[in-house]
């Protein structure tokens, strides 16, 4: 059983990491573009790392924000 339970969680790893990339990528490809009310701000390539970190974060933050709601209820 915890091999079957081991692999449910890598699969849901690797998706959710996939999710995230093809999220962020139109996150920051949409505000390159000036389609998102942001002035570009989610558009920005980080020096440092040659990715766009604003982005991704952005959409890591949007991710985690329905997780929270299981700290307010059990219901929600």
Avoid: E, N
């Amino acid at each position: 059983m915890d091999v079957f339970q081991a692999f449910v969680c890598m699969t849901a790893f690797f998706v959710c990491q996939t999710a995230l990339q093809a999220a962020s990528r139109t996150v920051y490809a949409f505000s390159r573009d000036k389609g998102l009310p942001d002035r570009g701000f989610f558009g920005h390539v980080s020096s440092w790392t040659q990715t766009p970190l604003r982005a991704i974060w952005f959409v890591t933050l949007i991710g985690i924000l329905p997780g929270l709601l299981d700290l307010a209820s059990s219901i929600a």
